[in-house]
Every structure is written in structure tokens, then in C-alpha cells.
């Protein structure tokens, strides 16, 4: 079964980390780009960052360029985010996310199609004191 399976979530207080895992079974991420996006309550979904697929392109999204870092390990089929330095604002649920078009440059994330096949079911991350 083809699917992306996230860990890591949950709740911390501001000035905080935490470490998002996606791990992929059922193919390999080796030749993919995969990206982490977020949405909050009441607003859209917005890419947070992306990485290629042998990790020498990465992109942040603004507000979290110097405290999120996105990183791969293709031995273990698995994409990370270590974030620091937490903020309420950065309270989302978020989710990985690729697709065999996928293609991330040091400044977006996207496919031809503007959509992603391959989903995480998504990690809620809550920045509260």
C-alpha cells in the first residue's frame, strides 16, 4: 500500500521544537522532491518547505527561514522537519506531501499539474503556553 505516514505533533510550548517524521511505504522516495505544507484554522494551506530529491535544493517559506530545517534520510524512505525557536503563529496541522512530478526549487514547491498525489494524513502542532 502506497502511502505516507506522519509523526512527531502535539503540543509545546512557545520557543519550543519539534520534529516532524513522514515516512513512505510502498515506494520509494529516493527519485521524488517532497515538501511539508500547513494549514491553520481558518486559513489556507500553504507550503512551508521542500526539499529535492538528492537534497541539494531546499526551500523555506519566509516566516520560518532560520528556524525550520527539512532534511531526508533515502535509506529509511523517511523526509524530517526539525522546527525551533516555535511560534503560536506557527500552530497548524501539517502534512507531507509528493507527487512523481514534484519539483522543488530554492523558491516553490510544485507539479505541472498544481496538485500532489501522495499525502500524509496530517500532524497537529499546537504552540501554547
Known amino acids: 500500500q502506497v502511502q505516507l505516514v506522519e509523526s512527531g505533533g502535539g503540543l509545546v510550548q512557545p520557543g519550543g521544537s519539534l520534529r516532524l517524521s513522514c515516512a513512505a511505504s510502498?515506494?520509494?522516495?529516493?527519485?521524488?522532491?517532497i515538501g511539508w505544507f500547513r494549514q491553520a484554522s481558518g486559513k489556507e494551506r500553504e507550503v512551508v518547505s521542500c526539499?529535492?530529491?538528492?537534497?541539494?535544493?531546499?526551500y523555506y517559506l519566509d516566516s520560518v527561514l532560520g528556524r525550520f530545517t527539512i532534511s531526508r534520510d533515502n535509506a529509511k524512505n523517511t523526509a524530517y522537519l526539525r522546527m525551533n525557536r516555535l511560534k503560536p503563529e506557527d500552530t497548524a496541522v501539517y502534512y507531507c506531501?509528493?507527487?512523481?512530478?514534484?519539483?522543488?526549487?530554492?523558491?516553490?514547491?510544485?507539479?505541472?499539474?498544481?496538485?500532489?498525489?501522495?499525502w500524509g494524513q496530517g500532524a497537529q502542532v499546537t504552540v501554547s503556553s
Open positions: 506531501a509528493t507527487d512523481p512530478a514534484a519539483y522543488c526549487s530554492g523558491s516553490h514547491y510544485y507539479t505541472p499539474a498544481g496538485s500532489f498525489y501522495y
Open positions: 510502498g515506494f520509494s522516495l529516493d527519485y521524488y522532491a
Open positions: 526539499i529535492s530529491p538528492s537534497g541539494a535544493s531546499t
